[in-house]
Nanobody, 115 residues
């Protein structure tokens, strides 16, 4: 069983920065990819950034050049550095891990950006 623990959300003014962390713990053979998704009220959950086991990172167009995803392979931890935050980035951010066909989600962390 895999457990994801997220941290780092909070309230920040527009133009500010936050760093999210997600630690994967438990019993698993290998992680194929780790990523961050977000869901604002009344909208569908969307992918923000994903990093594969091959270190390839993919970003949503709306966050390119502002967000950076990174991964500590030894610690099974994924980070999301968010710079120049905008009010439209306000959402619950969820960590996601792909384990060879099994998708695991974290509990979510709130990010609120005030104008």
């Amino acid at each position: 069983q895999v457990r994801l623990v997220e941290s780092g959300g909070g309230l920040v003014q527009a133009g500010g920065s936050l760093r999210l962390s997600c630690l994967a713990s438990g019993s698993f053979f290998s992680i194929r990819s780790m990523g961050w998704h977000r869901q604002a009220p009344g909208t569908q959950r969307e992918s923000v950034a994903v990093i594969t086991s091959g270190r390839t990172a993919n970003y949503a167009d709306s966050v390119k050049d502002r967000f950076t995803i990174s991964r500590d392979y030894a610690k099974n931890t994924v980070y999301l550095q968010m710079n120049n935050l905008k009010p439209e980035d306000t959402a619950v951010y969820y960590c996601n891990v792909q384990l060879g066909g099994v998708s695991v989600w974290g509990q979510g962390t709130q990010v609120t950006v005030s104008s």
